[in-house]
């Protein structure tokens, strides 16, 4: 499990492609008045564009440089949103079990409505892989979280109310 008890910053979001962890995280964070992290949209500041970066260098490449944005953003007292595969760094998982960890998960029919159209470079054939590389990753999620939402169905702002009591009432 993630984090000690009383601790509450960073609070992480995890979870696959297409869960809503950034929205979700944003009202999060601006409902405790903290600041938010997307650490995806940290590494298209500082590389450009994810698609770009693993058709030009490469899955590996833009690991490493995710771990090192992940590490960055986990040392900061915020809600931080983290890409589907963060988790599959060692160490990224070690700091997050210092953390607080939201899952969020979805079902791949949800899953295929809100990806469609979108470019994802590990996601080419679309739902299938979606479900395939969820698949591989829920174990890894599960074993992090400290609470778990499913997306599927409910509204974002349910859910980041239900995040946010849930917060205020840690010990």
């Known amino acids: 499990m ?8 960073p609070l992480a979001f995890i979870g696959p492609m297409a ?6 995280a944003r009202r999060v964070a601006r409902a405790l008045n903290v600041p938010f992290i997307d650490t995806d949209q940290r590494i298209v500041d500082r590389y450009g564009p994810i698609a770009e970066i693993f058709a030009r260098e490469g899955e590996e490449y833009f690991r490493v440089i995710e771990r090192e944005v992940v590490a960055e953003a986990l040392a900061e007292e915020a809600v931080v949103s983290l890409g589907g595969g963060a988790v599959l760094d060692a160490e990224s998982r070690a700091d997050l079990a210092r953390c607080s960890v939201v899952y969020l998960s979805v079902d791949a029919a949800a899953a295929a409505k809100r990806i469609r159209g979108r470019k994802r470079p590990l996601i080419a054939n679309g ?5 395939r590389i969820f698949d591989e990753r ?34």
């Open 127 to 131: 739902i299938e892989d979606w479900q």
């Open 19 to 24: 869960a809503g962890k950034t929205k979700i």
């Open 138 to 171: 829920r174990p890894v999620y599960e074993s992090l979280a400290d609470i778990h939402f499913d997306t599927s169905t409910r509204s974002v702002g349910d859910i980041a109310d239900d995040i946010v009591t849930w917060t205020r009432e840690k010990p």
């Open 2 to 9: 993630g984090a000690s008890v009383g601790q509450l910053f």
